[in-house]
């Protein structure tokens, strides 16, 4: 059963997007959250009674956030040139390493949570539609899911390679494309 919002609840969801942000999601545990929310276990349980409702919360809270964070980058952008856009972009992720550690992390667990597929599918649709606006295409244009794939695939090697060739990368993939700037 859901529990209202309060101080505590969202205090325990900002403990736990913290442990996934710099440890990952095998550090998300009902024990490490309460530590580090600073709270006895039985408070956690309280609002996440299981580790699913947990996980659950921490992935609508990421979205969420990813949602708004990501309407207001495209928002600062509109009009510009999409290479002008997209390397901001892919520069952004890239330095945002734990960013990219939470959305593995939330990738990883939703084999195990079928919930949080539902959320990631819910936040890429946003996504998409962002891509579409920015860039003056309907939400369905198979070109958002390119990109999108394109924006997350090279975060993730910028994340594993701890490199900064991937906005290369990106300018490489559209000069192929030929996608108009």
Same mark, same amino acid.
């Given at each position: ?14 403990? /736990? ?15 490490? &959250? ?21 996980? &659950?919360? &921490? ?10 964070? /990501?309407?207001?980058?495209? !928002? ?11 390397? /901001? ?6 330095? $945002? ?9 939330? &990738?990883?667990?939703? $084999?195990?949570?079928? !919930?949080?597929? /539902? ?21 369905? $244009?198979?070109?958002? $899911? ?36």
């Amino acid at each position: 059963m859901a529990r209202p919002p309060t101080q505590l609840r969202e205090t325990i969801l900002d403990a /736990a997007l913290a442990l996934l942000r710099t440890k990952g999601e095998r550090a998300m545990t009902q024990t490490g &959250v309460a530590a580090a929310a600073g709270i006895p276990q039985g408070h956690l349980t309280y609002y996440f009674p299981k580790k699913r409702d947990l996980v &659950v919360g &921490v992935a609508e809270r990421f979205a969420e956030v990813t949602s708004e964070q /990501a309407r207001a980058f495209f !928002a600062e952008r509109a009009g510009q040139p999409m290479r002008e856009v997209l390397t /901001a972009y892919v520069k952004r992720l890239i330095a $945002d390493r734990e960013r990219t550690r939470m959305l593995l992390g939330l &990738v990883v667990m939703s $084999d195990r949570e079928p !919930a949080l597929g /539902a959320i990631l599918q819910h936040n890429a649709r946003l996504l998409r539609a962002m891509l579409g606006h920015t860039f003056g295409r309907s939400p369905d $244009d198979p070109l958002n $899911d390119l990109l999108l794939a394109m924006l997350w695939g090279l975060g993730i090697h910028g994340f594993v390679l701890q490199e900064e060739r991937s906005d290369q990368l990106l300018e490489e993939v559209l000069r192929r494309f030929d996608t108009p700037s």
